[in-house]
C-alpha cells in the first residue's frame, strides 16, 4: 500500500522533470544549431577548398575603324541626292572615289562612300626602286613629255623597255616614268606593272587638246586627195554632249555602242575584228584606245540591224527576236533596251529604193526623235551606193538631218569617192572585199572600201567618243 508520503515524492519527481525538459526546449529555440538532413551515399567525400577570387582586368573597347561602303548608282542619281542618302558631304564622296566627276554619273557605276568625319588614306609611298615595263608585244610605244595624246613625243619605246615608275594620272589613263635622265609619260595599256594602277599616286592630269574651232552640225570629214592618209575629225557639239550625258544619267552605257544599219552595217565586216584582235592598225594606233573603251560592242549582233533590213523593218514589232524582245517592241527600241549604248551609228539607205524620198526622211526622223528620247547619241552615215537612182537622193537628207538634229554626221560617200570604183563591186550595191580588209598598215587594203568604212567608221566613233566623255 503506497503511503501519502511515498505519492508526495512522486509527484515532486514529475514536476522537476517536466520543469527540466522545458528549459531543454526553450534553450534549443533559442541558440542551438540546427540539424541540417544528410542523404548517404556510399561515395566517398573529400573536403571543399573555396576557389580564391578572380580579379578581372576589363577589356579595352576598340573603337573600329570606319569602312567605306559600296553603292551602284541606279537610274536618276545625282552626286548631291547620294551624299544627302548617307548623310554625308559631297566633298567627302569625290575624296573616297578619286576619279568620279559629280556632274556625270551613269546607272551601274560603282562608288565607295564614306562615313560621317571620314579621312582618306594619305598618297601611298612608292620604293625606290619599282619599274615597270614595257608589253613583249608592243612596239614604238610613245613617251610623251606630258599626260595626253596631243602631247609632245619624246621618244619611241620598244617592247620591254624598263622605266622607273614615279604615278599615274586621276583618270588612271598615263603612268609617270622615267627614262634615264628623261621624265615623261606612257599610256597605262603598254605597260606591264609590278601593282595596280590604283595603287600609284596621282602625279599628274590627263590634257585634252582644246579645240580650234567648232562646227554646228559637227560633219566628219573625210580624207583627203592621199587616199592612204585619214585626218582625226574635229570635235562635236554642245548639243551632241548634252544627248550623250543625259544618256549616262538614264543608264546608257558609256562602253557600248550600237548599229542601225543593213548588211553595210552587220559583223563581222563592220567593225567586228576589232574584238577578235585580228586586224592592224598600222600608223593609226591611236585608235587603239578607243577600240580598248569599247571592247564587247564590235562583235556584238545588233536587233538592228542585218543583211536585207532598212527604216520599216527596224521600227516594225513584227521583226522584233521575239525571245528578246517585248510583243510590241521595234527592234531598235529592244536593242536600247536590253544593251542601253551610249552612241549608235545610223546607217541606212541602200535598201530604201523602192520608197519615196518623203517615206525616208519621215522614217529617219521617227529614229532620230526615238534614240534622241532616250540619251543614245546618233552618228549619221552616208552610204556608198547609189542604189535609189542615178541621182544621189538619199545622202543629202542624212546631210540635212545631221544638220537639224546637230547631231555628228560621218560622212562615207565622200570617203568611198576617192577609191577605186568609189569602192563598189561590179553591182554598185555592195563594198569591195578582201580577208585584209582590217589591216590598215597595207597599201592594198586601203584601196578597198570594206577597208576605209572600218577605218573612218572607228575614227568616227573615236572622235565622238573623244568629244563627248
Not at 556510399?42 to 573603337?63: K, W
Not at 564622296?93 to 576619279?99: E, G, H, L, Q, S
Amino acid at each position: 500500500m503506497i503511503t501519502v508520503k511515498n505519492n508526495t515524492l512522486i509527484i515532486i519527481l514529475l514536476i522537476v522533470t517536466f520543469i527540466f525538459g522545458a528549459s531543454l526546449i526553450v534553450y534549443s529555440q533559442m541558440g542551438s544549431p540546427a540539424v541540417a538532413t544528410i542523404a548517404l551515399s556510399d561515395t566517398p567525400t573529400r573536403a571543399v577548398t573555396a576557389s580564391p577570387t578572380t580579379t578581372v582586368t576589363p577589356t579595352p573597347s576598340i573603337t573600329p575603324t570606319p569602312s567605306l561602303i559600296s553603292y551602284k548608282v541606279i537610274a536618276g542619281d545625282t552626286a548631291l541626292g547620294i551624299a544627302a542618302k548617307f548623310g554625308i558631304k559631297l566633298d567627302l564622296i569625290v575624296k573616297a572615289n578619286p576619279d568620279l566627276n559629280p556632274d556625270l554619273l551613269f546607272a551601274g557605276q560603282t562608288l565607295m562612300i564614306p562615313p560621317p568625319g571620314w579621312t582618306p588614306s594619305p598618297t601611298p609611298t612608292l620604293p625606290p626602286d619599282l619599274t615597270a615595263s614595257i608589253l613583249p608585244d608592243a612596239s614604238s610605244v610613245r613617251f610623251r613629255k606630258d599626260p595626253g595624246e596631243a602631247e609632245t613625243i619624246l621618244t619611241f619605246l620598244p617592247a620591254n623597255t624598263v622605266l622607273k615608275i614615279f604615278g599615274r594620272t586621276a583618270d588612271k589613263e598615263w603612268i609617270e616614268v622615267q627614262l634615264g635622265n628623261q621624265r615623261g609619260w606612257v599610256q597605262a595599256q603598254w605597260l606591264q606593272l609590278p601593282l595596280s594602277v590604283a595603287n600609284l599616286p596621282v602625279t599628274g592630269q590627263t590634257r585634252i587638246p582644246t579645240p580650234t574651232h567648232t562646227l554646228t552640225p559637227t560633219p566628219i570629214p573625210p580624207p583627203p586627195a592621199d587616199p592612204y592618209t585619214f585626218l582625226a575629225p574635229p570635235g562635236v557639239s554642245a548639243h551632241a554632249r548634252e544627248i550623250y550625258q543625259r544618256g549616262l544619267k538614264l543608264g546608257n552605257d558609256p562602253r557600248v555602242f550600237s548599229k542601225a544599219g543593213d548588211c553595210h552595217s552587220d559583223v563581222p565586216n563592220f567593225l567586228g575584228e576589232f574584238d577578235s584582235g585580228r586586224y592592224q592598225l598600222g600608223k593609226y594606233g591611236y585608235l587603239q584606245h578607243t577600240i580598248n573603251q569599247f571592247k564587247g560592242s564590235f562583235a556584238s549582233k545588233s536587233m538592228a540591224a542585218a543583211s536585207g533590213s532598212n527604216l520599216a523593218v527596224v521600227i516594225n514589232p513584227l521583226w522584233a527576236d521575239p525571245k528578246l524582245c517585248g510583243r510590241s517592241e521595234k527592234p531598235i527600241e529592244c536593242e536600247v533596251r536590253t544593251r542601253k549604248p551610249s552612241i549608235m551609228f545610223v546607217a541606212m539607205g541602200t535598201n530604201e529604193y523602192n520608197y519615196s524620198p518623203q517615206d525616208y526622211e519621215e522614217q529617219m526622223r521617227v529614229v532620230l526623235d526615238y534614240l534622241i528620247s532616250k540619251g543614245v547619241l546618233p552618228i549619221i552615215v552616208t552610204k556608198a551606193d547609189q542604189r535609189e537612182g542615178l541621182k544621189d537622193i538619199l545622202n543629202p537628207i542624212n546631210r540635212k538631218l545631221a544638220k537639224e538634229y546637230d547631231v555628228p554626221l560621218w560622212d562615207f560617200w565622200i570617203a568611198s569617192q576617192k577609191l577605186p570604183n568609189k569602192g563598189l563591186l561590179e553591182n554598185k550595191i555592195h563594198l569591195t572585199y578582201s580577208v585584209d580588209i582590217f589591216h590598215f598598215d597595207s597599201p592594198e587594203a586601203l584601196e578597198l572600201g570594206w577597208t576605209i568604212r572600218n577605218l573612218t567608221g572607228l575614227q568616227a566613233l573615236d572622235v565622238v567618243w573623244r568629244g563627248v566623255k
